[in-house]
């Protein structure tokens, strides 16, 4: 493989690695932010731009900042945790190992990308538009109602925290 | 001659290349390409820096810096130098390598973002076919530096700071991306020269056909402006620094080259985002009138950054800090809105554009424009809650 490939490819991992091993919290954040980061990269070298980008802007732009506010607002920033006190890790091991075995189970099913693919049309944005507004358009309208419902959700329970502290403001 | 002082930087890039052996032609392009980018836009950092101490000083009624070299031109230098030689603290608590990294996370995407901003015909690095896309997606990244600014520093005022301008630049992300977007809905594209070239030919022969010339895009360029001081941290939206409440925020710990390295950040992204304001709205490197079309593109683009730049040195000497409730308010009740409304103007825009009977054109211009200023005064109206505007009574003077 190429060199920019390696370079994505060992840092995902060592992202990965950083992000389980590391002993404050958001550290471990920063380096999911690395892991984001690479996939990113690994997806622009296939040629798919648009998931690329939406992947930078989403995840690094806004799923970290989500997690890393998470981690402050829940108090355990700054401490260093110790070892998982995590008992039950069979289950954990299980879990672990049943995932890997589905993806593993998935990836030596699935066809091989054709050689000549790569050279071949990679698809626009255009097309990726049109497709998301015709055949899948079910699908992306189910998930936008979903997100909806939750960002409702979220106004209905900050209101209800707030809410008594409303109409006191001094007028000028 | 005309085309020949139009693409002159191409010309001398090709030269340059062709030059070279021939596996290293692409890395010798993208290099030259980089580091003309880099070079353009630090020196413009600097000229900015004086010309914005300078018009404040004006606007506030004082010389401003004219000691050091014509009229204090050479004051961007003696403060580069200062800055170099200045001490470099860092807190002992601190985080080394977070609060390490955080200054060149702020300024390396901002860079980045460049590459595919068309400065002239053909004068592009990288045409991407998701430019603009791309643009917001680096953007995104400078609010990761910020929280590794205001957390690695282990400092109280850092982390505020730092939790202010994050949750600024997320909420001012909305309406600058919807704001950009109604462009994308009209152009049906998101490659920054094919929306250049959606702006090509003349109205009437001689007004240029860019995207601010219609309602709505007069509409999604002023959100667009006012979304993009908020994103760039400058004033009135400059609370992140509030150097009265927050002692600077996530800069607080950060002293010598660092701190300047912040500033570059913040002042490149805004270069960054006025460029891209005026590639959507303002016909990118077009002439505005027929009968100029002969400067040199680029040129065109200098002179529309420059106006931008002199736009927001102005308001940072007119108006004051906002509020951290009314920023918040400000932007999800009234520029997002405005900016979802701006975005249905767009489109009605847009289903309006066969329209062939006589004063077809007139009628469009009464229903777009109806369409975004109905919703303004209203939306307007009902956020100042019944209370009139009256004049301000200083009672002490009295």
């Keep these: ?172 | 001659m005309v085309d020949t002082l139009d693409q002159l930087f191409i010309r001398a890039g090709r030269g340059v290349v062709d030059w070279a052996p021939e596996p290293a032609r692409p890395w010798l392009a993208a290099f030259l390409a980089a580091a003309t980018i880099t070079a353009v836009f630090a020196g413009l950092f600097a000229l900015t820096t004086w010309l914005e101490r300078k018009g404040l000083a004006r606007i506030q009624n004082r010389p401003g810096p004219n000691r050091v070299g014509p009229f204090g031109l050479l004051q961007p230098v003696a403060d580069g130098l200062k800055m170099l030689t200045k001490e470099d603290i860092r807190p002992r608590s601190a985080d080394q390598w977070i609060h390490f990294l955080a200054p060149l996370l702020k300024v390396v995407p901002v860079l980045l973002a460049y590459s595919v901003i068309p400065f002239g015909r053909n004068l592009v690095a990288l045409n991407l076919d998701a430019g603009l896309l791309f643009f917001f997606a680096v953007g995104s990244i400078t609010e990761i530096a910020v929280f590794m600014a205001g957390w690695g520093s282990r400092n109280k005022y850092s982390l505020l700071g730092a939790m202010r301008a994050i949750a600024q630049l997320i909420s001012y992300e909305m309406p600058l991306v919807l704001s950009a977007l109604t462009v994308v809905l009209v152009t049906g594209t998101l490659s920054l020269p094919a929306i250049v070239d959606s702006q090509a030919g003349w109205h009437g022969g001689w007004l240029a056909r860019w995207h601010v010339f219609t309602p709505w895009g007069l509409a999604a360029f002023a959100l667009f402006m006012t979304a993009a001081t908020a994103k760039t941290n400058r004033a009135p939206f400059d609370l992140p620094e509030g150097e009265s409440e927050i002692i600077a925020g996530h800069l607080v710990e950060y002293s010598g080259f660092k701190y300047a390295l912040f500033f570059m950040g913040e002042y490149l992204s805004l270069f960054a985002i006025s460029a891209v304001g005026i590639t959507l709205f303002l016909g990118g490197w077009r002439a505005p009138v027929a009968f100029l079309d002969w400067v040199p593109s680029y040129a065109w683009f200098a002179v529309k950054l420059l106006a931008c730049v002199a736009w927001f040195i102005w308001l940072r000497g007119t108006v004051p800090r906002l509020r951290a409730d009314q920023l918040m308010n400000f932007a999800w009740k009234f520029l997002l809105p405005l900016a979802l409304v701006a975005n249905l103007a767009a489109m009605l825009w847009q289903v309006t554009a066969n329209w062939q009977f006589a004063g077809a054109t007139l009628w469009r211009w009464v229903l777009v424009g109806a369409l975004i200023l109905v919703p303004y005064q209203r939306l307007g109206r009902a956020l100042l809650g019944g209370r009139t505007e009256a004049p301000r009574r200083y009672r002490f003077a009295e």
């Excluded at chain 1, 992000?19 to 932010?33: F, G, K, P, Q, T």
Aim: glycine share 12%.
């Design chain 1, 1 to 172: 493989m190429d060199a920019a490939f390696s370079i994505f490819a060992l840092l995902l991992l060592a992202g990965a690695v950083a992000a389980m091993s590391l002993r404050n919290l958001i550290h471990c954040a920063l380096s999911l932010v690395v892991v984001f980061f690479s996939a990113a990269g690994l997806f622009l070298l296939l040629g798919a731009e648009f998931l690329s980008f939406a992947q930078v802007m989403v995840y690094v732009g806004a799923i970290a900042i989500l997690i890393v506010f998470a981690t402050l607002l829940t108090g355990s920033a700054g401490a260093t945790t110790g070892a998982l006190a995590f008992r039950p890790w069979l289950l954990g091991v299980g879990t672990a190992g049943w995932v890997t075995g589905v993806i593993v189970a998935a990836v030596l099913n699935g066809r091989p990308l054709p050689v000549e693919g790569k050279t071949a049309a990679l698809p626009t944005v255009r097309q990726l538009g049109e497709a998301l507004m015709t055949r899948y358009v079910l699908p992306l309208e189910v998930i936008g109602l979903l997100l909806t419902a939750a960002l409702i959700g979220a106004v209905v329970l900050a209101l209800r925290e707030g809410g008594a502290g409303r109409g006191k403001e001094p007028r000028p």
